[in-house]
């Protein structure tokens, strides 16, 4: 019987370590069809964060389905340093979103290319786009058309709260890419040029997030000095940001020229922005009565509190008005410190004027020569705080029309007032822009989304949390797998 017994355990002891080869091979084939798989189809990843931050917008999934040209994402840095969130690792974001969903994006369209471009084994491109000045972390997008560079703050953010203290990182990866995607991929891209030069009240350090707005639309923004430099040809919107100083007779002329322009076939208009505090502006204000807009001193104020934001008079909650824009609903229009406007006429030598924005009839005006007596009962009215002139020039024996946009706030594009959810003033502006461009008839509207990425989704007690990280963790199933270890190598040892 000894012979046989042995016989026998080496047998079944054989077999059960020919099946655990098996198996282990099973397991190691299957993981390598399937890392295989999932590095040539990223969607077969299972996004498990709450937020799904690594899941592809429905926004981004219809810019990339419509994309017929080549294009490129290129992603600035190692692979392994965007892999393994080793690029900014000390702000928390996440680079590794950017990987993943841009080769989503080249899965869900073959004409999306995403590459990595590591800065020290790519010269010829780094020199290529040396004005860029491209560095780890950065998303080069191009076509043939264009290209779009995105930085580390295009496609995250950082904020600190006012209650706790805490930073809050976010991103923006989907938004920034879906935008930069449908950008350079457009036949024609509108310019907004901001005028500088004039002690401008407003610049791209406090209206960072509008020029940002504007570019999430598809914009392409500029900046000139009108007194030494010509206006841009391909300029559509021209911004007067607030300006302190005047003009000049022939910066006015340059105007004058921009709007009458009868060899251009696209609509181009002029905004200019306006603020209490400015001195008087006499060239300026005569060009724009000339349009039928009049901007005067004061600000505007409003004696009912129900009309007012966070219980400030001169922040004053205004009503779309004219015939622009009135079909689209606007919740809660914001004018801060607006200087008063007026039409001068209805209808002038082919120019017609409408209020864009009409304050109610419980608003006031305060001047530096109002009394406190006038300020306590105030002679009430409604007051137009925006205003738009509109005139059609023939081009090619079509009319191309020419706006003319006044705002009396200029805090209405600055990045506090662009940045309040509260009030409708970004989806206004962002229309308005469009209509002012003809371009409000894209496919695909992108609309940036920002993410918080680190939401404490699980709370826990810090004793909770060292018996389950000490207890359980370490201890606990280190002992359960040891001990399972030895019971099973006992009993194979019998066999």
Not at 33 to 54: C, E, G, H
Not at 113 to 139: C, H, I, R, W
Not at 190 to 214: D, K, R, W, Y
Not at 267 to 295: K, M
Request: aromatic letters at 8%; one cysteine or more.
């Amino acid at each position: 019987m000894g012979p046989v017994n042995k016989a026998n355990k080496w047998k079944r002891g054989g077999m059960a370590t020919l099946l655990s080869v098996v198996f282990v091979a099973i397991v190691v084939a299957v993981n390598i069809i399937i890392t295989a798989l999932t590095q040539r189809f990223p969607s077969m990843n299972i996004d498990l964060t709450v937020d799904r931050r690594n899941s592809l917008s429905q926004q981004a999934l219809d810019i990339a389905g419509g994309i017929t040209e080549d294009t490129d994402v290129i992603l600035v840095g190692a692979e392994e340093a965007y892999r393994k969130d080793l690029l900014y690792a000390n702000y928390g974001f996440k680079f590794s979103q950017i990987a993943n969903l841009a080769e989503r994006l080249s899965e869900a369209n073959p004409h999306i290319k995403t590459q990595f471009a590591d800065p020290d084994t790519n010269p010829d491109l780094m020199a290529q786009y040396s004005a860029e000045s491209l560095t780890n972390g950065m998303v080069l997008v191009r076509t043939e058309k264009r290209y779009k560079v995105l930085t580390v703050y295009d496609m995250f953010d950082m904020t600190q709260s006012q209650t706790t203290g805490a930073t809050q990182t976010y991103t923006k990866v989907d938004s920034a890419l879906a935008g930069a995607l449908e950008m350079v991929n457009l036949e024609k891209v509108p310019v907004l040029t901001i005028c500088t030069g004039h002690g401008e009240l407003l610049s791209t350090q406090n209206m960072g997030q509008f020029t940002a707005l504007m570019e999430s639309q598809n914009f392409s923004v500029q900046e000139v000095d009108m007194l030494t430099e010509e206006i841009p040809e391909d300029t559509q919107v021209l911004m007067l940001p607030t300006p302190t100083g005047d003009y000049t007779e022939e910066e006015i002329a340059k105007l004058q020229a921009f709007l009458g322009n009868t060899e251009r076939a696209e609509p181009v208009a002029l905004l200019a922005t306006f603020h209490p505090s400015q001195p008087e502006l006499p060239r300026i204000s005569g060009f724009l009565e000339e349009w039928g807009i009049g901007v005067h001193s004061g600000v505007v104020a409003e004696s009912d509190t129900g009309r007012m934001a966070a219980a400030n008079a001169s922040y004053v909650l205004v009503d779309p008005a004219g015939n622009t824009l009135t079909e689209n609903s606007y919740d809660r229009l914001l004018a801060p410190s607006s200087a008063p406007l007026s039409l001068v006429f209805d209808s002038n030598a082919g120019i017609t004027t409408e209020s864009l924005w009409r304050t109610a009839e419980s608003a006031y005006v305060i001047t530096e020569s109002t009394t406190q007596e006038e300020a306590d009962n105030p002679e009430t009215a409604s007051w137009t705080v925006a205003a738009m002139a509109t005139k059609n020039v023939e081009v090619n024996g079509q009319q191309s029309p020419r706006y003319v946009i006044v705002f009396g706030s200029s805090f209405v594009f600055t990045d506090s007032f662009i940045e309040a959810t509260a009030f409708g003033n970004r989806d206004y502006i962002c229309d308005l822009l469009a209509f002012a461009t003809a371009t409000d008839g894209s496919a695909v509207t992108v609309t940036p989304d920002s993410v918080e990425t680190n939401v404490m989704d699980v709370t826990i007690s810090r004793g909770a949390a060292t018996v389950l990280g000490l207890g359980v963790f370490t201890v606990g199933l280190p002992l359960l797998i040891l001990a399972a270890g030895l019971v099973i190598f006992l009993k194979r040892r019998h066999l």
